[in-house]
């Protein structure tokens, strides 16, 4: 008897794999594509359950589909650059390509053992040049397309490390490397036109039929189209403020007028007032995004402005400076209508300005108005409620009525016009950072900006830069920032800003169809392989990932790189929950936590004996120390079950929780199917019984696990080979019965145990690799059952069930549970008030 042996065997058949160029994808005219993408890894080092359960999941799909008799596009990539690796630079004295290079092999060399059907000759990580070279070619024909541009914007800086953040690095207003103080400053940067895309990108929203419904509603409300009222305010000194809101039937409550410290009139009063300028210069310390505005301290400086009300018999309103205004976002002013807007009310309430309610509650809800010391009142649009001070005749009317009064007003008096806007900003991709895509363009005393020829292209990083000074070491380097204009020939400076990681990202997907192209792409290969049949990856990327990829693919089809049926890349979107472990903790003498790998404790205690605290199902993290190493689990129990286990617990979409004992029950039942194996190959070939239910039971294994697979429920599929092995082990059918079983299960379970399945294959004498084999398909003959059992209920409780035959007639049904004792007992001689049968599924009887 022959032993399940994952070490010997998982080696084997990846060699197999690889002798064969089973995962090699080829376009093919005789079959049709399937191509599997996972959301690609950031080389940070090492790989985590996690991306064991995201990529075996797009694994599952690709050998499924492989089995189906389609042509598979696998592949695998890296998203190489950004700003960890310059602080790993920083922190060790290497350099950022060494350090990404290296974690891409260690990776790697984690991710092969896992057995996925990739097609690794199609691997690039985006800090290749021959990528990012591509990508520069992308950017010059975006710009002479006018896709791209530049101009001036606020932006979050860092005066130590002296470099632009992104909202996520700055943390409590400081910069999450240095601790500075981050300041709001003008730069100028480079800018993708998204915002042309809004109305398209959303429309086209509704048809992304096989996206999740949750991460189509992100994508709606991140572009946030609104129908709202524009119009100027007139100041009683000469002069405009002009104002865009989407609460035009709060006019009447108006209580000040408020612009950014970034506004023009603000900068025009701080260049004549130095108690302005001080106010606005520590507005601009902080971060820029409406998050951290909105959590700040309300701020306001009463320029002793005051405007004008659009509405006769209104009084005048005075004009503040705001620090909870962002420039960027409608006209950088707004009014305040503190009794429908609770940062507002705050502000007024700060301030000692009116509280003037324009609608209440339609029915008494028991609520305290603002004006009386309660919150805002800020029902939904939806909502019907009583408006005090509206636009038209009715005071009873939803929101969304009392706004297109107000707006109707406006128009039909001359102060204001409807006007719909998105809440979709355009893209910066300006950073000013090393490790970066470099922008090709040069600056030039004569030309101006000039684009770099694209014969030229690559623009490669310099190696020899250091990072021992803050700043971008690509300003210090003059041999690389110094060089001649494309246009004239004469000294000019490269852009030493790089692009941000977000561009490396949104178009890898149609790299992967010609990766080698020296074209961004290969038209041809685009127009087989497009578009991602389905994608894989994190919720967390369900807003800018996706709709820069959405976007990037329909400027690529503008400038002649993908086809127009490319315009939304992603055919079909799955999102996966986590895998989570036990946090271990215990105390140091000050209270703080003590974190704990789980090998280092045993029954809940250190190797001590200290009791540690346990923190239940929580996502894996280094910093917690509650990871577990996929090389760990290999090497005792081998690819296959780690595979099995990621995907048995719990539904895809959902959280995992990684347990040692699911691991060891996990490998447990993989030696019992094996074990089967075995024992069916050494049995005698004489008669057996229960061939035929075994065969039934297997065309019904085959049809439930094939539904899985199909609709993302590979725990579903998990639970039906569980019960078709049992099944198997306790069956006295047939040799050729059971050989025609196991052989079968081999090949349900080969999208999730690939190694041990094409072991069980060839220990049958199956032909070829069971990586080739076509997807064994369900007899319909065989699903059709003979006899079905029907439970019987009695007043609403079930008391009992049958066994008829599948056909059986109603009058026929209704004898058999008449017949019942229990039935006879409950009815004690009287005849049943209602006795229902419905055909197939259940009996209710009402006594």
Known sequence: MTTYSPAKIEAKWQEAWAEAQTF???????????????????????????????????????????????????????????????????????????????????????????????????????????????????????????????????????????????????????????GAEVERRELVQWFFKISDYSEELLDAIDGLDNWPAKVKLMQANWIGKSRGLQFSFHRTDGGEIEVYTTRPDTLMGASFVGISPDHPLAKELEAKDEKVAAFCAQCRKGGTTAEAIEKAEKLGFDTGLTVKHPLAGQPDLPVYIANFILMDYGTGAIFGCPAHDQRDLDFARKYGLPVISTFAPANDEGITMP????????????????????????????????????????????????????????????????????????????????????????????YDVSFDTPGNPLDRHPTWRDCACPSCGKPAKRETDTMDTFV????????????????????????????????????????????????????????????????????????????????????????????????????????????????????????????????DILDKYGADTARWFVLSDSPPERDVEWTAAGAEATFKHLNRVWN????????????????????????KTINDVTLAIETFGFNAAIAKLYAFTATLQKSKASKAAKREGIMTLAQLMSPMTPHLSEDIWAHQGGEGLIANAPWPVADEAMLVEDTITMPVQINGKRRAEIQVAADARKDAVEEIVLGLDVVQSALSGSAPKKLIVVPGRIVNIVI
């Open 24 to 178: 090699k994808a080829t376009r093919s005219a005789d079959k049709p594509k399937y191509y599997v993408l996972e959301m690609f890894p950031y080389p940070s080092g090492r790989i985590h359950m996690g991306h064991v359960r995201n990529y075996t999941m797009g694994d599952v799909i690709a050998r499924y589909k492989l089995a189906t008799g389609h042509n598979i596009l696998h592949p695998m990539g890296w998203d190489a650059f950004g700003m960890p690796a310059e602080n790993a630079a920083m922190a060790s004295g290497g350099h950022p390509k060494d350090w990404t290079y290296q974690n891409i092999a260690d990776m790697r060399a984690q991710m092969k053992p896992l057995g996925l059907s990739i097609d690794w000759s199609r691997e690039f990580a985006t800090c290749d040049p021959e990528y990012y070279g591509q990508q520069q070619a992308l950017f010059i024909d975006f710009l002479e397309k006018g896709l791209i541009y530049r101009k001036k914007a606020v932006v979050n800086w860092d005066p130590v490390d002296m470099t632009v953040l992104a909202n996520e690095q700055v943390i409590d207003g400081k910069g999450w490397r240095s």
């Open 504 to 631: 490396d990202s949104s178009w890898y997907f149609a790299r992967f169809t010609a990766p080698n192209a020296e074209t961004p792409t290969s038209m041809e290969d685009a127009q087989y392989w497009m578009n991602v049949d389905q994608y894989i990856g994190g919720i967390e990327h369900a807003i800018l990932h996706l709709l820069y990829s959405r976007f990037f693919a329909r400027a690529m089809h503008m400038t002649g790189h993908l086809p127009a049926s490319a315009s939304e890349p992603f055919d079909a979107l799955f999102t996966q929950g986590m895998v989570t472990h036990e946090i271990y903790q215990t105390r140091d003498d000050k209270g703080r936590p003590v974190y704990h790998l789980p090998e280092d404790v045993t029954d809940g205690k250190l190797a001590d004996g200290t009791a540690v605290e346990i923190i239940p199902s929580a996502k894996m993290s280094k910093s917690k120390k509650n990871v577990v190493d996929p090389d």
């Open 676 to 699: 089967l194996c075995d024992r069916i190959s050494q049995m005698d070939d004489s008669a057996g019984e229960g061939d035929e239910d075994l065969l039934r039971a297997m065309h």
């Open 371 to 462: 004006e009386d010391g309660g919150d805002a009142y800020v029902p939904p649009k939806s909502e019907t409620v009583i408006y005090i001070r509206g636009f038209a005749g009715e005071t009873e009317q939803t929101g969304d009525d009392g706004i297109a009064a107000a707006i109707a007003f406006a128009e039909e008096n001359g102060f204001g016009e409807g006007v719909t806007k998105y809440r979709l900003r355009d893209w910066g991709l300006s950073r000013q950072r090393y490790w970066g895509c470099p922008i090709p363009v040069v600056h030039c005393d004569d030309c101006g900006v000039v684009p770099e020829k694209k014969e030229n292209l690559p623009i490669e990083l310099p």
